[in-house]
């Protein structure tokens, strides 16, 4: 035992020092440089975050503890439980956590397999947030009752404990099922309803307490009751039965959720043990049978005004999308916020003093949001070709087609996001003015060619390679991130400073002119930087197959 444990301990050693000796050596480039501002940026975004969770939890954990309340230690842990489960999924921009199965072609045991497993896991943001709240819960039931201390940190170690482990699992299993295109497409859509429907959750409960109804009460209560047997609430109940001298009750539930954490460690187990030993899931269907029938031959598409290889590559960035549901789904995400904000609160300022002077800015606002939406496909265009950038530098077309193609994909969605916000407005809010549809419509004509100029730079100065089948990853560099967030603020900016002032002067066409003259502007830097395209990509060649073409 001593020797399996020296074993483990000396190997964790190891992968520690080697994941140190790579980030030191990526220092040594001006692209590991300037990761480092970034990261160390987006960490103290996260730790003013973090502070004020920790306040607040301090706060509220002692008040409950300190007036005989500590039933109440669930409200706190449920939004805990919520964000460490949630916020990798919906931010995995700022999620950097390695591919643990690369260490796999090391021989190395599966005990440290398995530590390394939960241990990438603890770094990540949402780990190190949800343990930094749970923490300044133990210190406000400690200030409220010092002999509380022990059995406080028994339980919420526990209860982080099956945190982590069940974020890896849902990540483990996910990346199991999604190692399938078809599985991947059929889940991707699932659980982006899933996330749409949760998002009504807050408008159909507010609707329900303007006319609250018994069944309602009922409905609360019994939701109250039920939340008691699940983690958040047995962890909660743990402390709160040993505050009012009912340990054997509060062991009770501590054992409980030992079990519980216990049975996804299992769950956990199961999966990293078949990936340890070497399962490799494949996605590449049977060699077909020869058949007699000559194929007939298929034509590309044709887009007049464009050569071949800008069609080409525009062809084909239309099919993949075609062929992704949840990239699909996404897409039409300005049509559903216009509907969450039509029932849910902001339906409330429809006869507000804000919403009467501006009636109009549901359309620019939805546009907006519609070009945000794009980021993950403008900012990182080699992302999802992966590999497949040999094929482009083996190709007679030039870069400058290649990602005129690509933008020309964007700029469709775009167009097509912004035809379907006016219509969704109109039914919703009432037709927006000509002059606030025009200026909205010219003033996307200059933002888009902006961000996709940013875009192009920064899938080639900074790519990374977009895995579908992983889940929970970074889909961009922090690099990439940073600068899309810059350049989006200033485009937004500039955009809400043009019709704040055409409001100012009471003529709203004032804006579909400044935008026009920005939008020559905007155009005149795309192409310049498009020029400069294919001699940057030649340039960076070695930099992006390494990036995009690493196993």
């Not at 949760?198 to 303007?210: D, K, S, V, Y």
């Not at 996404?330 to 969450?340: D, G, H, K, S, Y």
């Not at 030039?398 to 469709?412: D, P, V």
């Not at 390679?465 to 929970?472: A, E, I, W």
Request: proline share 5%; glycine share 8%.
């Amino acid at each position: 035992m001593r020797f399996g444990t020296t074993i483990t301990t000396g190997q964790l050693t190891t992968i520690a020092e080697l994941r140190w000796r790579m980030f030191v050596n990526g220092l040594r480039s001006k692209r590991g440089k300037i990761e480092l501002v970034s990261r160390i940026i987006v960490s103290l975004a996260f730790a003013f975050g973090g502070l004020g969770g920790f306040g607040l939890a301090t706060g509220l954990s002692w008040y409950f503890v300190a007036h005989n309340q500590a039933d109440f230690l669930p409200i706190l842990l449920w939004p805990v439980f919520f964000f460490w489960q949630v916020f990798p999924v919906m931010a995995t921009a700022f999620t950097n956590n390695p591919d643990s199965s690369e260490l796999l072609r090391f021989p190395l045991t599966y005990r440290s397999f398995f530590l390394i497993r939960l241990a990438y896991g603890f770094f990540d943001p949402a780990s190190a947030l949800g343990s930094v709240g749970l923490l300044g819960i133990l210190l406000g039931v400690t200030i409220a009752g010092p002999l509380l201390f022990p059995w406080a940190l028994l339980a919420l170690v526990t209860f982080g404990l099956f945190n982590l482990i069940l974020m890896q699992t849902i990540f483990a299993w996910l990346e199991r099922w999604l190692a399938q295109r078809r599985t991947r497409e059929v889940l991707g859509v699932l659980f982006i309803l899933f996330m749409l429907s949760f998002q009504l959750i807050g408008p159909m409960t507010q609707r329900l307490q303007h006319h609250p109804s018994p069944e309602f009460r009922r409905a609360v209560e019994t939701a109250t009751q039920l939340q008691r047997v699940f983690p958040p609430g047995l962890a909660g109940d743990a402390i709160a039965q040993a505050a009012h001298g009912e340990y054997m009750v509060g062991f009770t539930s501590l054992l409980f959720l030992g079990s519980i954490t216990a049975a996804i460690g299992y769950l956990l187990h199961l999966r990293l043990r078949n990936q340890f030993r070497g399962e490799n899931l494949s996605e590449a269907a049977a060699r077909p049978a020869a058949s007699l029938k000559p194929q007939a031959v298929q034509l590309g598409w044709n887009l007049p005004g464009f050569s071949p290889s800008v069609a080409a590559v525009f062809e084909k960035e239309m099919r993949y999308l075609a062929r992704s549901g949840p990239m699909l789904l996404t897409l039409f995400m300005p049509l559903f916020m216009l509907l969450i904000f039509r029932l849910g609160p902001m339906s409330q300022m429809r006869h507000s003093t804000f919403l009467q002077r501006t009636p109009d800015m549901a359309f620019p606002a939805a546009a907006a949001y519609a070009l945000l939406v794009l980021t993950n496909l403008v900012y990182n265009s080699f992302g999802p070709d992966a590999a497949g950038m040999q094929f482009f530098f083996a190709s007679p077309a030039t870069f400058q087609h290649i990602l005129l193609g690509k933008n020309l994909m964007h700029a469709s969605i775009l167009l097509a996001n912004a035809v379907l916000a006016w219509m969704a407005v109109a039914a919703f809010y009432g037709p927006p003015t000509p002059a606030v549809s025009v200026g909205t419509l010219v003033g996307l004509f200059f933002a888009a060619p902006l961000s996709f100029a940013a875009g192009n730079l920064l899938s080639l100065y900074s790519p990374k390679k977009r895995d579908f089948s992983t889940f929970g990853r970074q889909n961009a560099s922090q690099i990439t991130v940073l600068a899309s967030f810059g350049v989006q603020i200033v485009v937004f900016g500039i955009g809400a400073a043009v019709f704040a002032i055409a409001r100012l002067y009471r003529n709203l066409w004032i804006a579909p002119l400044v935008f026009f003259v920005l939008a020559i502007i905007s155009v005149v830097v795309y192409i310049v930087v498009l020029g400069r395209m294919n001699a940057l990509a030649i340039e960076r060649r070695e930099t992006l197959l390494a990036e995009l073409c690493r196993a």
